[in-house]
């Protein structure tokens, strides 16, 4: 996987407030977007992740509905002695659904990847070649070779 840097933007605008552990196996608190950024800055400073997590307040999509909202933009991580990338090249938001997070490790867990990253299983689908197109095209392959 490639090294990721991340920016994660929550919303202090919103109201709204989720009950939610920090970390896996603790108890579940209330977060208001305050607290969730409090939070985040306590875990990136903890795992010595300042030069790869960034966080700030603005905007994170949602505005009408009930908060907090957070949004994750995923820029590759520049190699030493190059300016950083401002060309995201993913994102992910929890728009109303962070609550639904097993903690709020995860926000940074899942997106940066890694040892500590989310692990999921490669999808089946779309670019997935079905297995008889793929003996067919190692058959076509050898008689071209014979």
Same mark, same amino acid.
């Given at each position: 996987m490639t090294a990721r840097r991340l920016v994660i933007t929550v919303c202090p605008r919103e109201r709204g407030a989720v009950a939610l552990p920090i970390t896996r196996g603790t108890r579940a608190v209330r977060l208001d977007a305050a607290t969730i950024?409090? *939070?985040?800055?306590?875990?990136?400073?903890?795992? =010595?992740?300042?030069?790869?997590?960034?966080?700030?307040? =603005? @905007?994170? =999509?949602g505005c009408s509905g009930p908060g907090p909202n957070v949004s994750v933009e995923v820029f590759p991580l520049a190699r030493p002695g190059e300016r950083p990338d401002h060309v995201a090249v993913g994102w992910k938001t929890y728009v109303y659904s962070i609550?639904? %997070?097993? @903690? %709020?490790?995860?926000?940074?867990?899942?997106?940066? =990847?890694?040892s500590r990253g989310a692990r999921r299983r490669p999808s089946?689908?779309?670019? *997935?070649?079905p297995r008889r197109a793929c003996r067919l095209l190692t058959r076509l392959r050898a008689s071209r070779n014979a």
């Open positions: 950024l409090r *939070h985040l800055e306590g875990m990136v400073a903890e795992r =010595g992740l300042a030069d790869r997590v960034g966080l700030r307040e =603005g @905007c994170a =999509g609550g639904t %997070l097993d @903690c %709020l490790a995860t926000v940074i867990d899942e997106n940066l =990847g890694g089946r689908g779309w670019p *997935h070649r």
